[in-house]
T-cell receptor, first 111, second 113 residues
Framework: AQSVSQHNHHVILSEAASLELGCNYS??????LFWYVQYPGQHLQLLLK??????LVKGIKGFEAEFIKSKFSFNLRKPSVQWSDTAEYFC?????????FGTGTRLQVFP | NAGVTQTPKFQVLKTGQSMTLQCAQD?????MYWYRQDPGMGLRLIYY???????DKGEVPNGYNVSRLNKREFSLRLESAAPSQTSVYFC????????????FGDGTRLSIL
């Protein structure tokens, strides 16, 4: 079965800093990959998804992610974070008819 | 606001009590899911229902039962609650599993004393 690893458990940044959150999945072939965000006290919302095609995926709120098949990775990036990006971020991979989530990365952005 | 509705939002139980968490979606989705979220462990799948009339175990099914009552509703039951089941529970749904993003409810925060 698929598994997902998020190695950054807690990231602290100042506003305007660049962000990169790591995500690795366990095995190859055709993969569907997702990044979700959970703001404090809220449910998960989709940031972006990759099914096929261009490996650089643009999402909402200025986020993007790059699918690198050779590295089994799908890292999330943002050039300049804002205080409002403070949230928990989850990477997920499709496994047959369900999603497998990583353990999440908590991002804190200070003004 | 259309989407996935979970009830209740908060609940406190005593060890050994039972309760049912309700989930309903109005998007005509086929597949529905129950997750629990615990600090440092992400979301773990408890049970899912790929279509009306079917249910399957996820990663952490022990201590839970589910019922897919109809296409709209998917309930999660704790028969004899244990402190280890203290968690935030999320229901999610999707039209065609895997090809679309899941839509999540607002969660149920459950504490078991």
């Amino acid at each position: 079965a698929q598994s997902v690893s998020q190695h950054n458990h807690h990231v602290i940044l100042s506003e305007a800093a660049s962000l990169e959150l790591g995500c690795n999945y366990s095995y190859g072939g055709t993969v569907n990959l997702f990044w979700y965000v959970q703001y404090p006290g809220q449910h998960l919302q989709l940031l972006l998804k990759y099914f096929s095609g261009d490996p650089l995926v643009k999402g909402i709120k200025g986020f993007e992610a790059e699918f690198i098949k050779s590295k089994f990775s799908f890292n999330l990036r943002k050039p300049s974070v804002q205080w409002s990006d403070t949230a928990e971020y989850f990477c997920a991979v499709k496994d047959t008819d369900k999603l497998i989530f990583g353990t999440g990365t908590r991002l804190q952005v200070f003004p | 606001n259309a989407g996935v509705t979970q009830t209740p939002k908060f609940q406190v139980l005593k060890t050994g009590q039972s309760m049912t968490l309700q989930c309903a979606q109005d998007m005509n989705h086929n597949s529905m899911y129950w997750y629990r979220q615990d600090p440092g462990m992400g979301l773990r799948l408890i049970y899912y229902s790929a279509s009306e009339g079917t249910t399957d175990k996820g990663e952490v099914p022990n201590g839970y039962n589910v019922s897919r009552l109809n296409k709209r509703e998917f309930s999660l039951r704790l028969e004899s609650a244990a402190p280890s089941q203290t968690s935030v529970y999320f229901c999610a749904s999707i039209w065609v599993a895997g090809d679309q993003p899941q839509h999540f409810g607002d969660g149920t925060r459950l504490s078991i004393l």
